[in-house]
């Protein structure tokens, strides 16, 4: 027998496939779930004090010992304008 490692957002992915070898596919042993980075988006562009206003903000969690675990999970490395799907 073969074996392949997915992750979950794979496996998702390989097993809505309609071909026939994904039938022929069984999943011996599960991980635990990892869940997907958080993913914050505005209706509009922000405009400098509003993007200036949300760093303080975080910042200012930053500050505090409990926020610390989301905040690694975050790995917040500053902001970046969405692209048009156009």
Do not use: Y
Not at 60 to 84: C, I, P
């Amino acid at each position: 027998s073969d074996f392949i490692l997915l992750n979950q957002f794979e496996w998702a992915n390989v097993s809505r496939l309609k071909i026939a070898w994904v039938a022929g596919l069984e999943v011996l042993a599960e991980s635990q779930k990892i869940s997907s980075a958080p993913v914050v988006t505005f209706p509009n562009v922000l405009n400098p004090e509003e993007s200036a206003a949300l760093k303080q903000a975080f910042l200012k969690v930053g500050q505090d010992a409990s926020a610390q675990a989301t905040l690694q999970e975050m790995r917040m490395k500053g902001f970046k304008a969405a692209s048009s799907p156009d």
